[in-house]
């Protein structure tokens, strides 16, 4: 079974920084897409940062130039380095995994359970 484990979440004071992991294990497949989603108390899951083999990351507004997104060369383990983090920045992390395969076409798409962040003024 593919599981899907991220690390890294805590508390840091506003402008301080935190690193994130991803760990996707239990499958031989290329690892399509990686993200970084974030859900806050009471709000939606919002992508944060996305990785697809072969593009430039993607990032959402609110955290572009702050927030890096970086995949290991075994492309199972996805990073998000956050840099000058904000009190909006809290929330639980989640990573997200998506394998795509042919014949017939199919998408497997895993979630962790997440990684809390807590950003204080």
């Known amino acids: 079974q593919v599981q899907v484990v991220e690390s890294g979440g805590g508390l840091v004071q506003a402008g301080g920084s935190l690193t994130l992991s991803c760990v996707v294990s239990?499958?031989?497949?290329?690892?399509?897409?990686m993200a970084w989603y974030r859900q806050a108390p009471g709000k939606q899951r919002d992508l944060v940062a996305a990785?697809?083999?072969?593009?430039?990351?993607n990032y959402a507004d609110s955290v572009k130039g702050r927030f890096t997104i970086s995949r290991d060369d075994a492309g199972n383990t996805l990073s998000l380095q956050m840099n000058s983090l904000k009190t909006e920045d809290t929330a639980v992390y989640f990573c997200?995994?998506?394998?795509?395969?042919?014949?017939?076409?199919?998408?497997?798409?895993?979630w962790g359970q997440g990684t809390r962040v807590t950003v204080s003024s």
């Open positions: 239990g499958t031989a497949d290329t690892i399509d897409d």
């Open positions: 997200n995994a998506i394998i795509w395969k042919n014949a017939p076409p199919r998408k497997y798409d895993y």
């Open positions: 990785h697809r083999l072969g593009e430039s990351p």
